[in-house]
């Protein structure tokens, strides 16, 4: 790239930077570079003024507004180092650089003078690299070494500054007064292109700081934690911050172990513990390039010697080998398919560019390293030379990769150096970019495109090679990068285009994930698995009507599972579970929730029979049986009780959710589950008591379900309204058992192991919350009520809001004759002759206490607002206790039922009937959705979660939804108003 081979002077490190100049870039305005070089020309000496060093003065003019400015603020040290041998001045300035942190003896430094040092001397330093490397003194090698060195030396210098300022202060106690950092307790690695002494031209330095409290030599009582933070502060500004003497280094430190959520400085212990635990491939592939740059370095040599297990494992790693395909997946989601064009390419991240080099060193340096101690070093050509000699490249790869790094190194710099910016992307004017070949030393663009292209091309074909067994993920959406400390802002653009609102706090949250913060996604197998599917997980949750939330709905879920290896491998192997579980954390975080406790609840939906259920009650029974098998305990019996259920109201309410079940039927199928979960558990209970105590002679038992298990409604979270009776000879009350017992007191303790069986949380979770209160008596006495009892409360005691409870009320499990005898019970209590006008009055007197009491909660209360389902249900047990005795078919029915059956009888108007059967089914099959979509308080529902009612309603939207909810609910009231009156 335009360098001259310069023979015996351009080895000989003795010589002066003027005797060794090649030959200077062409120029692109040469009228007005000469013009600026006469501007200063006077301060100059004549060697300056003409010849090889003229021509590079005027190459930085013309290319370059940072060197020329540098070149021209200060003529005498622009001579000098013209004068002066390169690699003296290199090592010059090292030295100066070095000792700027120490300040007089005993005295703290002054932060200031030591930043205005700093500052300069990297200017000065800036320029020297520059011109050997512009003017072909130096090899790339030679180039980043310079800078890495002079960076060590930085870093080195602000260290000493803060340590000598903390022990001024009387809060650091030197070991040696010399060397403030000997035996500091301190260590600061360099990372990354400072690790490997591949330091680009203006590159952020990547630094990790460390510290053992043990050996830390601090003013007692004083925490080392906020101690060695606020000094990797102080040493961060003092490099960093900017003046008229421009800065020194901009400095990064996001690779330490989760940057997100630990201090800047942590103890070597936690270190410890986060590698060996938590420690991902990427930290791995970031650790090759680790090296003790400041503060005690035989202390950072020992933990990086002490780290090595976890750098550099014994075995062949195919799990790294996995997540290295999937990282590069990542890397690479779209960029695989794009078509090389040099200008706005960027040589750094782009295709066939500095990264693939990168890349396909160290994967293969992290798989073959542990047991090759020969591949553990720490710059990219020597250990291309290296993969080739232990015969796992060619000797073409290994060229043609080290020429490709050479020329695209090269280019970084030029680009770096024309207005010291970080950036490796090429400009995208044709007249930018012609001049920028120039300054490469190229005589034209043709020629600059050709060799820029045909080393990409070579790089992309050797990487290709390297990964071509790697399972492709299909992502074309854009690049999603989360192996790393920072976002990268090409992921940042594919989240925002995906759909997602705030695309930092994914890219933190995904990261998250990977540095271990949820213990579901802690293990190094769940987290090479996450690996793999977070691009097309994040395509997933990106189809969902809000992204972000769908994505914080699984980031709780992560938070909740103690592991999620067996959820993320399902997820990965199937697209359309993939799909249906991203709609379930955007639409249903609920079953979404029950995926993340039980991924295997998955496994029913790529079934056949899911597109075609059975929802016939018996079906159902014989399902949930199925799944609880025989339980050898009762803790068994518990745990799979829970397991069952939690498996079909899944079912249940993703068909519900899909479109395969209407409302209606998902909620007979959630009551027909209900059902078999409490007649099992009363079976179980029974057994395991009676087996105990002897049976009750005679002894009878049934279980009532009331509201809405008892009208086959239930909804995704709804509680069992249950109530038990039982009966017994009361000529022989007590148990024949070793165990005897009361009948009564028998009863009453079965009832409660029975409420214990479907409420008492296990590891499984919970089942159901039973209500008991429904029972005569309510919340007062005995848990059971006696059958004779409950018979004769119906017929003589019971107060008309009980027998409009009782209207919803069938047996749900227990003995066959003694539910016969408890269904007629119920059918004699509502058939009783009773006036219509007390009948209305008193269910509008109640409906008016329960609005004067609870109110409601907004348009969103589907079952308290007037006109709701309150009024509905009210409206239909009023027609059934005021006209049963005479048309008895209105026993028995649901809400909308009992409408027609009432207009057929002459009851109400035809059409009143029909509006309010319609009305009853919209509310209550948005009530089904509410309950299914909505987590906490269904009223409270976002505007996604409306939106998405409001298409399972067949509505366009949330505000058609109110709409249409509202005119249903002022039709209703006005009817319910008509048939039983209002309250004065």
Same mark, same amino acid.
């Given at each position: 790239?335009?360098?001259?081979?310069?023979?015996?002077?351009?080895?000989?490190?003795?010589?002066?930077?003027?005797?060794?100049?090649?030959?200077?870039?062409?120029?692109?305005?040469?009228?007005?570079?000469?013009?600026?070089?006469?501007?200063?020309?006077?301060?100059?000496?004549?060697?300056?003024?003409?010849?090889?060093?003229?021509?590079?003065?005027?190459?930085?003019?013309?290319?370059?507004?940072?060197?020329?400015?540098?070149?021209?603020?200060?003529?005498?040290?622009?001579?000098?180092?013209?004068?002066?041998?390169?690699?003296?001045?290199?090592?010059?300035?090292?030295?100066?650089?070095?000792?700027?942190?120490?300040?007089?003896?005993?005295?703290?430094?002054?932060?200031?003078?030591?930043?205005?040092?700093?500052?300069?001397?990297?200017?000065?330093?800036?320029?020297?690299?520059?011109?050997?490397?512009?003017?072909?003194?130096?090899?790339?090698?030679?180039?980043?070494?310079?800078?890495?060195?002079?960076?060590?030396?930085?870093?080195?210098?602000?260290?000493?500054?803060?340590?000598?300022?903390?022990?001024?202060?009387?809060?650091?106690?030197?070991?040696?007064?010399?060397?403030?950092?000997?035996?500091?307790?301190?260590?600061?690695?360099?990372?990354?292109?400072?690790?490997?002494?591949?330091?680009?031209?203006?590159?952020?330095?990547?630094?990790?700081?460390?510290?053992?409290?043990?050996?830390?030599?601090?003013?007692?009582?004083?925490?080392?934690?906020?101690?060695?933070?606020?000094?990797?502060?102080?040493?961060?500004?003092?490099?960093?911050?900017?003046?008229?003497?421009?800065?020194?280094?901009?400095?990064?430190?996001?690779?330490?172990?989760?940057?997100?959520?630990?201090?800047?400085?942590?103890?070597?212990?936690?270190?410890?513990?986060?590698?060996?635990?938590?420690?991902?491939?990427?930290?791995?592939?970031?650790?090759?390039?680790?090296?003790?740059?400041?503060?005690?370095?035989?202390?950072?040599?020992?933990?990086?010697?002490?780290?090595?297990?976890?750098?550099?494992?014994?075995?062949?790693?195919?799990?790294?080998?996995?997540?290295?395909?999937?990282?590069?997946?990542?890397?690479?989601?779209?960029?695989?398919?794009?078509?090389?064009?040099?200008?706005?390419?960027?040589?750094?991240?782009?295709?066939?560019?500095?990264?693939?080099?990168?890349?396909?060193?160290?994967?293969?340096?992290?798989?073959?390293?542990?047991?090759?101690?020969?591949?553990?070093?720490?710059?990219?050509?020597?250990?291309?030379?290296?993969?080739?000699?232990?015969?796992?490249?060619?000797?073409?790869?290994?060229?043609?990769?080290?020429?490709?790094?050479?020329?695209?190194?090269?280019?970084?710099?030029?680009?770096?150096?024309?207005?010291?910016?970080?950036?490796?992307?090429?400009?995208?004017?044709?007249?930018?970019?012609?001049?920028?070949?120039?300054?490469?030393?190229?005589?034209? @663009?043709?020629?600059?495109? %050709?060799? +820029? =292209? !045909?080393? *990409?091309? $070579?790089?992309?074909?050797?990487? #290709?090679?390297?990964?071509?067994?790697?399972?492709?993920?299909?992502?074309?959406?854009?690049?999603?990068?989360?192996?790393?400390?920072?976002?990268?802002?090409?992921?940042?653009?594919?989240?925002?285009?995906?759909?997602?609102?705030?695309?930092?706090?994914?890219?933190?949250?995904?990261?998250?994930?990977?540095?271990?913060?949820?213990?579901?996604?802690?293990?190094?197998?769940?987290?090479?698995?996450?690996?793999?599917?977070?691009?097309?997980?994040?395509?997933?949750?990106?189809?969902?009507?809000?992204?972000?939330?769908?994505?914080?709905?699984?980031?709780?879920?992560?938070?909740?599972?103690?592991?999620?290896?067996?959820?993320?491998?399902?997820?990965?192997?199937?697209?359309? @579970?993939?799909?249906?579980? %991203?709609? +379930? =954390? !955007?639409? *249903?975080? $609920?079953?979404?929730?029950?995926? #993340?406790?039980?991924?295997?609840?998955?496994?029913?939906?790529?079934?056949?029979?899911?597109?075609?259920?059975?929802?016939?009650?018996?079906?159902?029974?014989?399902?949930?049986?199925?799944?609880?098998?025989?339980?050898?305990?009762?803790?068994?019996?518990?745990?799979?009780?829970?397991?069952?259920?939690?498996?079909?109201?899944?079912?249940?309410?993703?068909?519900?959710?899909?479109?395969?079940?209407?409302?209606?039927?998902?909620?007979?199928?959630?009551?027909?589950?209900?059902?078999?979960?409490?007649?099992?558990?009363?079976?179980?209970?029974?057994?395991?008591?009676?087996?105990?105590?002897?049976?009750?002679?005679?002894?009878?038992?049934?279980?009532?379900?009331?509201?809405? @298990?008892?009208?086959?409604?239930?909804?995704?979270?709804?509680?069992?309204?249950?109530?038990?009776?039982?009966?017994?000879?009361?000529?022989?009350?007590?148990?024949?058992?070793?165990?005897?017992?009361?009948?009564?007191?028998?009863?009453?303790?079965?009832?409660?192991?029975?409420?214990?069986?479907?409420?008492?949380?296990?590891?499984?979770?919970?089942?159901?919350?039973?209500?008991?209160?429904?029972?005569?008596?309510?919340?007062?006495?005995?848990?059971?009520?006696?059958?004779?009892?409950?018979?004769?409360?119906?017929?003589?005691?019971?107060?008309?809001?009980?027998?409009?409870?009782?209207?919803?009320?069938?047996?749900?499990?227990?003995?066959?004759?003694?539910?016969?005898?408890?269904?007629?019970?119920?059918?004699?209590?509502?058939?009783?002759?009773?006036?219509?006008?007390?009948?209305?009055?008193?269910?509008?007197?109640?409906?008016?206490?329960?609005?004067?009491?609870?109110?409601?909660?907004?348009?969103?209360?589907?079952?308290?607002?007037?006109?709701?389902?309150?009024?509905?249900?009210?409206?239909?047990?009023?027609?059934?206790?005021?006209?049963?005795?005479?048309?008895?078919?209105?026993?028995?029915?649901?809400?909308?039922?009992?409408?027609?059956?009432?207009?057929?009888?002459?009851?109400?108007?035809?059409?009143?009937?029909?509006?309010?059967?319609?009305?009853?089914?919209?509310?209550?099959?948005?009530?089904?959705?509410?309950?299914?979509?909505?987590?906490?308080?269904?009223?409270?529902?976002?505007?996604?979660?409306?939106?998405?009612?409001?298409?399972?309603?067949?509505?366009?939207?949330?505000?058609?939804?109110?709409?249409?909810?509202?005119?249903?609910?002022?039709?209703?009231?006005?009817?319910?108003?008509?048939?039983?009156?209002?309250?004065?």
């Amino acid at each position: 790239m335009g360098r001259r081979d310069k023979g015996h002077i351009a080895q000989d490190g003795t010589a002066s930077l003027i005797e060794r100049l090649g030959q200077a870039p062409r120029l692109s305005n040469p009228d007005a570079a000469r013009q600026r070089l006469g501007d200063i020309a006077d301060s100059l000496p004549d060697s300056l003024r003409e010849g090889p060093a003229a021509d590079l003065l005027m190459a930085l003019a013309d290319h370059s507004t940072f060197l020329w400015s540098l070149a021209s603020r200060d003529p005498n040290r622009l001579a000098r180092l013209f004068q002066e041998s390169p690699e003296a001045a290199d090592a010059r300035l090292i030295a100066s650089q070095r000792a700027a942190g120490r300040g007089g003896e005993g005295a703290a430094p002054d932060l200031d003078a030591v930043g205005k040092l700093l500052r300069r001397n990297r200017a000065e330093h800036a320029l020297l690299v520059a011109l050997a490397d512009i003017g072909g003194l130096w090899p790339l090698e030679r180039v980043t070494a310079a800078l890495s060195d002079f960076a060590d030396a930085s870093v080195a210098a602000a260290v000493d500054a803060m340590l000598l300022q903390a022990a001024a202060a009387g809060r650091f106690r030197p070991v040696e007064g010399e060397d403030p950092q000997a035996g500091s307790g301190l260590v600061v690695l360099g990372l990354g292109k400072l690790g490997g002494r591949e330091l680009n031209y203006s590159s952020d330095i990547d630094l990790i700081v460390f510290f053992d409290p043990e050996a830390a030599p601090l003013k007692e009582g004083l925490e080392p934690t906020p101690f060695f933070t606020k000094l990797a502060q102080g040493v961060s500004k003092l490099l960093q911050e900017r003046t008229r003497d421009g800065y020194v280094h901009r400095v990064d430190y996001r690779l330490r172990p989760d940057p997100g959520s630990t201090p800047t400085a942590m103890s070597l212990a936690s270190a410890y513990v986060y590698y060996e635990t938590t420690g991902q491939n990427w930290e791995r592939a970031a650790f090759i390039k680790a090296r003790a740059i400041a503060g005690d370095i035989p202390a950072g040599e020992r933990f990086l010697a002490d780290l090595r297990p976890f750098i550099w494992r014994k075995y062949f790693d195919f799990a790294a080998i996995a997540d290295v395909h999937a990282m590069k997946r990542q890397i690479h989601a779209v960029r695989g398919h794009e078509a090389l064009a040099v200008a706005g390419h960027d040589i750094k991240l782009g295709r066939g560019g500095i990264r693939e080099i990168e890349f396909f060193v160290q994967t293969q340096q992290l798989v073959f390293g542990g047991r090759r101690p020969s591949l553990r070093g720490r710059s990219t050509v020597p250990m291309l030379a290296s993969l080739h000699e232990d015969g796992w490249i060619s000797a073409e790869a290994r060229d043609e990769l080290s020429a490709a790094y050479a020329f695209l190194r090269t280019v970084e710099h030029r680009l770096q150096m024309v207005r010291d910016e970080q950036t490796q992307r090429l400009p995208t004017d044709r007249a930018e970019l012609e001049d920028f070949a120039r300054f490469t030393g190229f005589p034209d @663009l043709a020629g600059f495109e %050709a060799a +820029l =292209l !045909g080393h *990409a091309r $070579r790089v992309q074909a050797h990487y #290709a090679l390297l990964f071509e067994a790697g399972p492709d993920l299909s992502s074309e959406v854009g690049d999603l990068v989360f192996s790393g400390a920072a976002d990268d802002p090409a992921t940042l653009a594919t989240l925002r285009s995906l759909g997602f609102r705030d695309p930092e706090r994914v890219s933190d949250t995904v990261r998250g994930w990977h540095f271990g913060r949820r213990a579901a996604v802690r293990s190094a197998r769940a987290r090479e698995v996450l690996t793999e599917l977070v691009p097309a997980l994040l395509q997933a949750v990106a189809r969902t009507p809000d992204p972000d939330a769908a994505l914080a709905n699984l980031d709780r879920a992560f938070g909740r599972m103690p592991a999620a290896v067996e959820l993320l491998t399902i997820l990965r192997e199937h697209e359309r @579970l993939r799909l249906l579980f %991203a709609d +379930l =954390l !955007g639409s *249903a975080p $609920r079953l979404a929730g029950t995926v #993340a406790f039980s991924p295997h609840v998955l496994d029913a939906v790529i079934d056949p029979e899911f597109v075609d259920p059975a929802v016939d009650p018996s079906a159902i029974a014989a399902h949930y049986r199925a799944l609880l098998g025989k339980p050898d305990s009762h803790e068994v019996f518990l745990d799979r009780s829970r397991d069952a259920a939690r498996q079909l109201r899944f079912l249940a309410g993703a068909r519900l959710l899909s479109g395969i079940l209407a409302p209606r039927a998902a909620g007979e199928a959630f009551s027909a589950i209900a059902d078999a979960a409490v007649a099992t558990a009363w079976e179980t209970t029974s057994h395991a008591f009676f087996a105990d105590h002897g049976a009750v002679p005679q002894g009878r038992m049934v279980v009532l379900g009331y509201g809405r @298990l008892g009208s086959r409604q239930l909804t995704a979270e709804s509680d069992l309204d249950l109530v038990v009776l039982y009966d017994f000879d009361p000529e022989n009350r007590a148990s024949a058992g070793p165990k005897p017992v009361d009948a009564a007191v028998a009863y009453n303790r079965l009832t409660q192991r029975l409420v214990a069986a479907l409420t008492a949380p296990t590891r499984r979770g919970l089942l159901y919350e039973v209500d008991l209160r429904l029972r005569p008596g309510g919340g007062q006495g005995a848990v059971a009520a006696q059958f004779r009892s409950f018979r004769a409360y119906q017929r003589d005691e019971a107060d008309l809001w009980e027998h409009m409870a009782l209207t919803r009320a069938r047996v749900i499990a227990g003995d066959p004759s003694l539910a016969v005898e408890a269904q007629e019970t119920i059918r004699d209590a509502l058939m009783q002759a009773r006036d219509w006008e007390s009948v209305r009055r008193s269910v509008r007197e109640m409906r008016a206490t329960v609005e004067r009491e609870k109110g409601d909660h907004g348009p969103l209360d589907l079952k308290l607002s007037p006109g709701g389902l309150l009024d509905l249900d009210f409206l239909a047990q009023a027609l059934v206790l005021g006209h049963a005795h005479a048309h008895p078919d209105l026993i028995g029915r649901a809400a909308p039922d009992v409408f027609s059956e009432a207009a057929q009888a002459g009851l109400i108007d035809a059409e009143e009937a029909e509006r309010l059967r319609d009305a009853y089914r919209l509310l209550d099959d948005v009530h089904q959705w509410q309950r299914l979509m909505v987590e906490g308080d269904p009223t409270e529902a976002s505007p996604v979660a409306l939106a998405r009612l409001a298409r399972a309603a067949n509505l366009p939207d949330a505000k058609a939804l109110t709409a249409r909810l509202d005119e249903e609910r002022r039709t209703v009231r006005a009817i319910f108003d008509r048939q039983l009156g209002t309250v004065d």
